[in-house]
């Protein structure tokens, strides 16, 4: 008993949950932040911290300020190793806080970043969403245990 389950993707088996996956447009990310934080904010679940959340904010956004810079709508492997180093950031926040895994899986972060691939637009797209995150967490004003 007690370890971890993982599937062939890395992800965990231990709790079974039917999400429709979150498919980000320009006109839709704000309405999908705000009902991530409003399902782990009405769930019992400790919710996880605004310094927490802004923690992986911080790491995003210097990439979103390079991003917006690039010429290429490509993202070469320099680019792919950034997100990759962030994705297994955020798998290690996440393994370390109950808090953080919940809202990494509620808000889908792995598979929002696995869907940028090489693509520009779908990484600035992934860094409005996470700053769309960010602002809900602190409009719901639930306190910071």
Known sequence: MGG????SRGR???VE???????LTDENYVDHAKKVI???VNSRDKLLTTSKIRKLLAMISDMYTKAKRLKSDVLDSEWISKIQYFKMHTIYEAGREPSVKKFVEEAQLIDQLDKIN???????????YMEALVAYRKFSNVRDE
């Open 38 to 40: 409003d399902n782990l």
């Open 17 to 23: 949950v039917n999400r429709t996956p979150i498919e």
């Open 4 to 7: 971890n389950n993982f599937n």
């Open 118 to 128: 090489k693509d520009r637009k779908k990484l600035i797209l992934f860094c409005h």
């Open 12 to 14: 965990s088996n231990s």
